[in-house]
């Protein structure tokens, strides 16, 4: 099998298992519990905090554990609302192609009255600071915008937004679950207020997450409780899961250079090999994007079906995120760089990971050339453009 969906999910480093596993055997412990066993616990909790904060420049009291990215995108949120509301701000910026942990969170916010502006992405699915720049009002309470887009790839500009909100004095919220652990993240120089990032996207384990809040941002509680995490998120701490996070981040951080320049080059291999086969096009920037991230559209192809078979030939992908599938709507982030329903439709996301090699790419691509070629053979849909009774969207 050749898993190609690191998008979606990854697997977990050994570092990160080997990490848990004296939480799970031996100090049990309840943090909150007074004795020494459950202080025990305690510490290490604290201990991966710091190291945690490390990796994005922060300090430890700005960490707060949530149980992933969708949560933390969610407090996240719902604290820049609140503390809009209380100053009279009721309006949101953001983008047409968030995760939809953001733009359901937004949608809700809608219901109660608040405003939001979704900026139009580039066809390449980039915002500039000057778009945010001028959507940013005097009521505006919060700009979220996400670090990395988890279909395409893109890489926004995100120390620039950073600067512009700082200089409006509205909060900076970015979604860095595709960037944490891929990319460089310093909150301090990028300008950051919260931050989401997900254990699970960088070979940690799933069901764990952090929302980093700046100093002097106090967070609005979505799950009430006990006292844990300052009060700001009740539940017993995961401790497991949580020093899986720690090992899982200071090892994705510590090889991060190496990691980039490899998978960039089996991206370009891929992005390449997928460039032959025509009537297809790559989405998203072709320099701003994450390491392992390749989106194409092929012209005359139903997403499903090409998923279908490239199973078969043992290769796991994606038509988008894994949120989408199993809806039929064509994907919201490729409507929002202008592709086409139709196009949309037959979407292909590889999201590459480190332990792949130039045979499996290479054999992704014989895969997918061979079942483009199989399924357009089969369709009604690619006779008509071949015929010209529909005229093709994409060059030859
Ligand atoms: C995966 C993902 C999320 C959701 O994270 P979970 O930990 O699965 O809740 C949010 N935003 C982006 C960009 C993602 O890729």
Same mark, same amino acid.
């Given at each position: 099998m050749i898993y190609a969906d690191n998008a979606a999910t990854t697997k977990m480093s050994r570092a990160a298992i080997n990490a848990m596993l004296p939480y799970m055997e031996q100090y049990y412990g309840n943090p909150s519990s007074l004795y020494a066993f459950? $202080?025990?616990?305690? =510490?290490?909790? =604290?201990?991966?905090?710091? !190291?945690?904060?490390?990796?994005?420049?922060a300090d430890p009291r700005e960490i707060t554990f949530t149980s992933g990215g969708s949560e933390a995108?969610? $407090?996240?949120?719902? %604290?820049?609302?609140?503390?809009g509301a209380r100053r009279g701000k009721r309006h949101i910026v953001s983008t047409a192609f968030e995760h939809h942990a953001v733009l359901h969170t937004l949608e809700k916010l809608k219901k109660q009255g608040y405003e939001v502006t979704l900026l139009d992405v580039h066809s390449t699915g980039l915002v500039t600071p000057e778009? /945010? %720049? #001028?959507?940013?009002?005097?009521d505006t309470c919060l700009v979220t915008i996400? +670090?990395?887009n988890n279909e395409i790839g893109t890489i926004q500009p995100v120390a620039e937004i950073g600067a512009v909100c700082r200089e409006k004095g509205v909060l900076f919220h970015t979604d860095a679950v595709q960037a944490a652990g891929h990319l460089?993240?310093? /909150?301090?120089?990028?300008n950051i207020d919260l931050l989401s990032l997900s254990a699970h996207k960088f070979h940690g384990p799933k069901g764990i997450g952090v929302l980093y809040a700046k100093r002097g941002v106090a967070l609005e509680t979505i799950i009430s409780g006990g006292a844990q =995490?300052?009060?700001?998120?009740a539940g017993t701490e995961n401790i497991p899961a /949580?020093?899986?996070m720690a090992a899982a981040l200071e090892e994705a951080c510590a090889n991060m250079d190496e990691h980039r320049a490899?998978? %960039? *080059?089996?991206? =370009? !291999? &891929?992005?390449? *090999? &997928? #460039?032959?086969?025509? +009537?297809?096009?790559?989405? *998203?920037? !072709? #320099?701003?994007?994450?390491?392992?991230? /390749?989106?194409f559209c092929f012209e005359g192809i139903e997403g499903e079906s090409l998923l279908l078979l490239l199973d078969e030939r043992g290769i796991c992908a994606s038509s988008g995120s894994a949120c989408t599938s199993g809806s039929l709507d064509p994907s919201h982030v490729l409507l929002a760089i202008g592709r086409p329903h139709e196009v949309a439709h037959g979407s292909l996301r590889l999201s590459l990971g480190e332990e792949m090699t130039e045979a499996d790419v290479d054999e992704i691509i014989q895969a997918v050339t061979d079942v483009v070629t199989r399924l357009r053979n089969m369709s009604p849909f690619w006779r008509d453009l071949v015929n010209g009774k529909r005229p093709h969207v994409f060059a030859e």
């Open positions: 459950g $202080q025990q616990a305690r =510490e290490a909790l =604290e201990n991966a905090r710091s !190291r945690i904060a490390a990796c994005l420049h995108d969610n $407090q996240a949120i719902m %604290t820049a609302a609140a503390l778009q /945010v %720049t #001028e959507a940013i009002r005097e996400m +670090y990395a460089p993240i310093d /909150v301090k120089a990028q =995490e300052r009060g700001k998120r /949580v020093m899986g490899r998978l %960039t *080059g089996l991206r =370009e !291999r &891929l992005i390449h *090999g &997928l #460039e032959q086969i025509p +009537y297809g096009e790559l989405n *998203g920037d !072709r #320099e701003r994007r994450l390491p392992g991230n /390749v989106n």
